[in-house]
């Protein structure tokens, strides 16, 4: 289809579509961790109001560290007998889970 002929039929559909120029990074958040695009092409589309974004490139995704609750790290530093950080070390390198926390703290 000629593009010219495109553009006309979109414009008569209510649509238009917009590349957005010199995008440098887009992040993308979610609860688990950060999807992380460098370089990408975005492209908005508007139709019947509703502005769409369409992202074509390659992510990468990086992995939120987890929320240790003090709970927690007292809880493995009292099992263990260990300090706050080496507590809070293996809790992060568990990401979370107590019992293998406190596996890798107790002396063998």
């Known amino acids: 289809m000629n ?8 414009k008569q559909l209510g649509m238009s579509m917009e590349q957005i120029e010199d995008v440098q990074k ?3 958040v979610t609860p688990k961790g950060n999807y992380v695009f460098d370089s990408a092409e ?3 589309m508007t139709m019947q109001g509703v502005t769409t ?5 390659q992510p990468r995704f990086e992995e939120s560290a987890p929320q240790i609750p003090e709970d927690d790290v007292k809880l493995v530093m009292d099992q263990t007998g260990s300090t706050r950080e080496a507590a809070a070390g293996a809790l992060t ?12 703290l107790s002396p063998k």
């Open 93 to 104: 390198e568990t990401k979370g889970d107590i019992a293998e926390a406190i596996l890798r």
């Open 53 to 57: 974004f369409q992202i074509a490139g």
């Open 26 to 28: 887009i992040i993308i």
């Open 3 to 10: 593009p010219k002929k495109m553009k006309q039929m979109m």
């Open 42 to 44: 975005v492209t908005a």
